[in-house]
């Protein structure tokens, strides 16, 4: 039951091997491959190499096949190499000689290729949805907590005093970057390899800009050659893509692991957030940031993985690319499970107010000492000596009383600017999805 089926048998020990798990992974690419199905039946059907009653078979064929995936009930048994091979194993059962056809000016290669572009395309438009609402859940965030000052660290020390609306927004912020990165990714999705066949096309009269448009593919990928090669660089453009945003979800995690502690205590979680330890009764531990920070770290490695698998590479296929179903399709997943986890916590964390009024806070107010000398006619090198020294004898009294006037600063968080950038990128976003049912 191989679609490249010539008379002989493959050794056990070797076809186990092949396979890999394509029969597992190959479960995100089913309705895909059977949308691209329908577009070259179609497409045959347009330039005479089926009849019209062939045609409506492998559509009704193929429309049972997505019902049956969209009811949970489709499976690639171990008989079938591949979803390719089960899908064509079907219409051939049901519709004879039409089934036969179905793979008529069409490879494999350009098959699982174009169902791989189609399966990413739409997977960068879904997370693209899921990161403009974790943005807007981080931009309420700041909103409601932009008069909540609290105290800013580097290096593990207390640095100068910060508010929640400049931390809330600064992670919104980042996402909108790293949406940039997803387009990038959606751009590369968005043409169309079907038709290119091995790599060097057909020589039948196929008509690759009508399987482009009913694909809702943006462009088509026009040389043969060209096309083919779109197998590892989609990949590694979408991996580049997920590893940014890992790395912005990694840090916000971390922040909130620190926030919680009891030596900081900026945050709490809600009790039934928090796991306990099996010795020490007081713990409430935030496991579930802790976790969010561990697999970010892990996605943001997901590039080097898909650069190692696909290096000195010539042009053409290689069965090298089987690989980066394993590697990517997981991670993707997982990033999802990131942003679906932060979706359903962070609207829950709790702000704790007046923090920044602790003693132990007083010596970040030392930069607004200086500034009052400053304003007074002292040089800033005068000003920043004399308060150091005050700090080193003891006699420091922090100016607590400040306002900041400049756009992105404490009293003047600029929410409005980044909003306008969420609202931006909103209306781009709309047009990832311009082409979904």
Do not use: C
Request: net charge negative; glycine share 8%.
């Amino acid at each position: 039951m191989k679609i490249w089926e010539k008379g002989f048998s493959v050794n056990e020990t070797i076809e186990k091997f092949t396979v890999g798990q394509d029969r597992v992974l190959d479960m995100y690419l089913a309705p895909f491959d059977m949308l691209a199905s329908k577009a070259q039946a179609n497409m045959l059907a347009q330039v005479g190499l089926i009849t019209e009653f062939e045609r409506q078979q492998l559509i009704t064929g193929l429309d049972e096949l997505l019902a049956q995936v969209a009811a949970g009930t489709f499976q690639i048994e171990a008989d079938f190499e591949d979803v390719h091979s089960k899908i064509e194993h079907y219409l051939t059962e049901k519709f004879g000689d039409a089934g036969k056809k179905i793979h008529t000016a069409r490879s494999r290669n350009d098959q699982v290729l174009t169902a791989i572009q189609l399966f990413i395309k739409d997977y960068t438009e879904r997370t693209a949805g899921k990161m403009l609402a974790l943005a807007a859940v981080l931009l309420q965030k700041a909103e409601a907590h932009k008069n909540d000052l609290l105290p800013g660290y580097t290096h593990f020390q207390a640095a100068m005093p910060s508010s929640f609306g400049l931390w809330f927004s600064a992670y919104a912020e980042h996402l909108l970057l790293d949406l940039a990165l997803f387009e990038a990714a959606h751009a590369v999705a968005d043409q169309n390899p079907l038709g290119s066949g091995a790599g060097f096309g057909s020589s039948f009269p196929i008509d690759r800009a009508m399987t482009t448009r009913e694909l809702g593919f943006g462009q088509l990928a026009v040389s043969a050659v060209g096309a083919q090669m779109l197998r590892g660089k989609t990949e590694k453009t979408l991996a580049f893509a997920i590893a940014g945003a890992a790395g912005t979800l990694g840090k916000l995690a971390y922040d909130l692991v620190l926030y919680n502690s009891q030596d900081l205590g900026f945050v709490t979680l809600p009790q039934e957030f928090t796991t306990g330890s099996s010795i020490m009764p007081h713990k409430k531990n935030p496991d579930v940031f802790e976790l969010v920070r561990a697999q970010a770290n892990r996605l943001q490695a997901l590039p080097n993985d898909i650069m190692l698998a696909t290096s000195n590479l010539p042009s053409g296929y290689h069965r090298d690319f089987q690989l980066l179903k394993e590697l990517l399709f997981g991670p993707m997943m997982q990033f999802t499970n990131l942003l679906d986890i932060l979706l359903f916590a962070l609207p829950e964390i709790e702000i704790k107010a007046g923090v920044i009024e602790q003693a132990k806070y007083d010596p970040i107010f030392s930069v607004e000492n200086i500034n009052q000398l400053i304003l007074a006619g002292v040089p800033f090198r005068d000003a920043y000596q004399q308060v150091g020294r005050a700090v080193e004898d003891g006699s420091y009294v922090p100016h607590r009383e400040f306002h900041t006037t400049h756009l992105g600063s404490i009293h003047n968080p600029g929410l409005a600017e980044i909003d306008a950038k969420f609202q931006r990128w909103k209306a781009r976003s709309s047009l990832f999805a311009r082409d979904r049912e």
